[in-house]
């Protein structure tokens, strides 16, 4: 059955000082999510936005609060997202041993929210392996974390569809695949064709001359990649 790729914009390129007006403006364009990366500086090498600006951020949408952290320790700071209003928490495999992860998501399902487990590039899918039944979603990064506006990672989309095989062998049909980096017109037909369900757009939306078209082009492109791969299995 077709299901209409969601978008997520990600904040992390949006116009920090009229930020609220860019929300209002994707959220009135049809995307699903606000896609909010958090960074601490020593898991990645920038600094970005947190606790605060979630709890602004929740009231003033109705978008699904999806918050990406890209963090050190995510075990001690779960409880301040989870408070601060988050509706989905997406947590690295690379700074959790497999016990923590298990935790991890565990803790995130007990608060009531959807988790997450994020990939970088040079991770194995098998890294998710652990929670992969229980994840509401997996986030396959397709440029190293840390900064926006860079490159799709040409063959991020062959990864896209292991971890979509790994889902459908551990009986999680459901879970959501996201793919985070470099995404726009050219690069979403790859990946939604590969099975990702969510689109992170950073520059492709925001620093578009119509960020509302722009958002409107890529899902377009994704939904028609999905679909010619479903006639192509009829």
Not at 56 to 71: E, F, G, R, W, Y
Not at 87 to 115: F, P, Y
Not at 117 to 138: E, H, N, Q, Y
Not at 185 to 205: F, K, Q
Request: glycine share 6%.
């Amino acid at each position: 059955m077709f299901q209409p790729v969601k978008i997520a914009p990600s904040i992390l390129s949006a116009n920090f000082l009229d930020l609220g007006a860019d929300i209002a403006l994707i959220e009135r364009a049809g995307a699903a999510f606000v896609h909010i990366d958090v960074m601490d500086g020593h898991f990645v090498p920038n600094l970005t936005m947190g606790v605060p600006l979630l709890k602004q951020l929740k009231p003033a949408t109705s978008l699904v609060c999806d918050v990406h952290l890209m963090i050190d320790n995510p075990l001690v700071e779960l409880p301040w997202f989870i408070d601060a209003g988050a509706d989905l928490l997406n947590v690295h495999v690379e700074a959790l041993s497999e016990a923590d992860l298990v935790r991890a998501i565990a803790q995130i399902h007990e608060a009531g929210l959807m988790a997450a487990a994020a990939l970088k590039p040079k991770t194995p899918p098998s890294a998710l392996a652990p929670v992969i039944a229980d994840l509401d979603m997996a986030l396959v990064m397709s440029v190293e974390p840390g900064f926006s506006g860079q490159s799709y990672m040409a063959g991020s989309e062959t990864k896209v569809a292991e971890v979509a095989a790994m889902a459908r062998a551990a009986g999680n049909e459901a879970m959501l695949i996201q793919v985070d980096g470099g995404i726009g017109t050219a690069t979403a037909p790859l990946v939604a064709a590969a099975g990702a369900d969510v689109l992170v757009c950073g520059n492709a939306v925001f620093a578009a001359p119509d960020p509302a078209e722009a958002l409107a082009a890529v899902r377009d492109a994704a939904d028609a990649a999905r679909l010619a791969v479903l006639d192509a299995c009829a």
